[in-house]
């Protein structure tokens, strides 16, 4: 079974924190609250309910590929605004999938499969803040990993 991140593997989180706040970030950094001047609750707290359920989906190949999967993400233990509205983007764009709301990943049984090398993942996937950037075909090295 695999475990699947949501921001930044299968939606476009970064795309929808330039969007909300009407201005470029460095993709290099995930820091996106600190690019912000903002502390990470108040970046969090600020993302409402809308933001995080109309986030635009990504990488549609992923879960096809990958079998069973459980969407697992941090987001929803962040605020009620982010977890209600994650739930909204898991019904509308994957319904016939679970979501585990989790801070601590690896307490979850599976392969995880996730963007942020700080969460352990068995694939980390290529992402433009982790050491993969430059993988230009990613659809074929994730394939190679599984």
């Not at 990470?40 to 590929?65: C, G, R, S, Y």
């Not at 700080?118 to 990993?145: D, G, Q, V």
Request: proline share 6%; aromatic share 10%.
């Amino acid at each position: 079974m695999y475990l699947l991140d949501v921001d930044g593997v299968i939606c476009d989180f970064f795309g929808g924190v330039e969007d909300f706040f009407g201005l470029p970030l460095d993709p290099h950094s995930y820091n996106l609250a600190g690019q912000l001047g903002l502390t990470q609750t108040e970046f969090i707290e600020v993302l409402d309910e809308h933001f995080w359920a109309n986030l635009k989906p990504m990488n549609d190949w992923l879960v096809p590929v990958l079998g069973k999967v459980i969407l697992c993400s941090a987001a929803g233990c962040e605020s009620p605004a982010a977890a209600a509205g994650r739930h909204k983007w898991v019904k509308k764009h994957y319904p016939e999938l679970e979501l585990i709301s989790i801070r601590n990943k690896s307490l979850i049984k599976g392969t995880l499969i996730d963007d942020l090398v700080s969460n352990n993942p068995a694939i980390l996937f290529p992402a433009p803040h982790n050491s993969l950037r430059n993988i230009k075909h990613i659809e074929e090295y994730i394939c190679t990993k599984l």
